[in-house]
């Protein structure tokens, strides 16, 4: 072999070396542990996140190290990541694009760091995510849309924060339907919005960690909790001995209301949660069918509806008469409204198994019959405009006024001087009408003279002269 033979082989040695270990370090960084498609890189003590990690990973655990932000794509070539864990770290700020590209995560572990704000953008990529850990940090805020779009979200775990509401509203059964656990426990909220806590799914309510805030004692509270702890509600059950709230006044007392409900004797815990849907306004003509509707937050088989109406007779004696029907959705029907059924009809309708009813009021207004009326048409009418002005003009050319032979045709007038023999001069057009004119009024008039114009001729001396003849009558 050669020199330069020998040359080739070494420096195709040094290549394969060398990618060899560029890809046994993008298949495993340094210090971590690498079993199949999980990455075990916690408690390396890392203040960044690796470079190189093997895009085929599906568990990648950073637990238990230093890291203070996540970058924007920082999770760019790893396609297939699905649990993610970087709890006990310092992170305290999210990249609104931190996420991007990695929308099969389901798995997010960001508990026990140093995040203040959970704002909606650094989650809105994480369209597959079902379980956001993020609890035990400082977070003191959750945006309204901060949860909007995790359609497949099942489990969010909030506790040992210093949050002091939560936008329950965001929270519907359309919205997150999968939603079985929201963990705000030990948290300083003093309140709820009970209008939006009692309108949450079913399972979301049944998972609804609460307990160790600083809720204020009220009888809505109370009446809540005791449904809810009535229902065998797992969250309530579980720790019924965590559940508290504190008397208003000095000294502040903290009463464990679900151990003593002596505090709460004067409270009637039957007593349902009322709500107000918005009030609708409906205009209907006489003689025509209005349906009004009854449809709020609330649905459900369970519900019973109960209509007011604006007459002296109830519901009940309207629907027996067929003069309205009650249909099962709960929609009021008039089959022929008249003007004497305009007024306010409010619906109730109940949900005896949750405790909470809900009216809406719908103003009815009706007014007498619509009269028709064509529509007025400038188009139409310019058409038209512009039709009849063509005919006119049509006429005015084309149409004399006298026919056939009842007129003798005008001798032709001679040529005016200096424009040249046979040819019609101005003062022939505009003439004739003129001399027509005079001829009708010479029928009336005994005295009338007519002059021609006759050519002109040449004398002698080869200049022309002008010669007039003058007829009398």
């Excluded at 990973?57 to 890291?67: G, H, W």
């Excluded at 070539?77 to 770290?89: A, E, I, K, W």
């Amino acid at each position: 072999m050669g020199p330069r033979m020998a040359c080739m082989a070494w420096l195709a040695l040094t290549s394969v070396s060398v990618l060899w270990l560029r890809f046994s370090e993008a298949s495993c960084p340094l210090g971590c542990l690498c079993v199949s498609d999980i990455v075990d890189c916690g408690s390396l003590g890392m203040d960044k996140f690796p470079p190189l990690l093997p895009p085929s990973i599906s568990v990648l655990d950073l637990s238990y190290n230093q890291l203070t932000w996540l970058a924007p794509g920082t999770f760019h070539g790893l396609p297939r990541l699905d649990v993610l864990r970087m709890s006990h770290n310092r992170i305290s700020l999210l990249s609104p694009a931190a996420f991007h590209n990695a929308s099969v995560l389901r798995h997010l572990d960001l508990s026990s760091n140093r995040l203040q704000v959970v704002a909606m953008h650094p989650f809105r990529d994480l369209l597959g995510l079902e379980e956001l850990l993020l609890y035990n940090n400082r977070i003191g805020l959750v945006e309204s849309n901060a949860l909007s779009g995790l359609g497949r979200l099942r489990k969010v775990y909030l506790s040992l924060n210093r949050l002091t509401d939560f936008p329950f509203f965001s929270i519907r059964k359309h919205s997150h339907p999968q939603l079985v656990v929201l963990d705000l426990s030990s948290n300083r909220m003093s309140g709820l919005p009970l209008d939006d806590v009692v309108l949450l799914p079913i399972a979301a309510q049944r998972g609804l960690f609460i307990h160790n805030n600083g809720l204020m004692c009220d009888c809505s509270m109370y009446r809540l909790f005791w449904h809810w702890e009535y229902e065998g509600y797992e969250a309530v059950r579980n720790f019924k001995d965590s559940y508290s709230c504190r008397t208003s006044g000095e000294p502040s007392v903290s009463i464990r209301f679900l151990r003593s409900p002596r505090f709460f004797e004067n409270c009637t815990v039957e007593k349902t949660i009322s709500l107000i849907s918005p009030k609708a306004d409906v205009t209907a003509y006489e003689g025509e069918r209005v349906l009004l509707d009854c449809t709020g937050a609330l649905s459900g088989a369970a519900l019973s509806y109960f209509w007011v109406v604006p007459r002296e007779h109830n519901s009940t004696q309207l629907t027996q008469n067929r003069t309205v029907r009650l249909n099962h959705d709960g929609s009021l029907e008039i089959p022929a409204v008249r003007s004497a059924d305009s007024g306010i009809y409010r619906c109730v309708a109940t949900d005896v198994s949750r405790m909470i009813n809900e009216s809406r009021e719908v103003n009815l207004t009706v007014v007498s019959q619509r009269v028709m009326v064509e529509p007025f048409s400038t188009g139409y009418t310019t058409v038209l405009g512009c039709a009849v002005t063509l005919l006119l003009i049509l006429m005015y050319l084309y149409l004399t006024p006298c026919r056939c032979g009842c007129c003798k045709p005008a001798a032709p007038l001679p040529a005016a001087s200096g424009l040249g023999e046979g040819c019609p001069t101005l003062l022939s057009v505009f003439e004739a009408p003129r001399m027509a004119e005079e001829k009708l009024k010479g029928r009336t008039s005994a005295n009338r003279h007519v002059m021609f114009l006759e050519p002109l001729e040449d004398d002698g001396n080869r200049q022309r002269t002008e010669a007039f003849t003058a007829v009398d009558p």
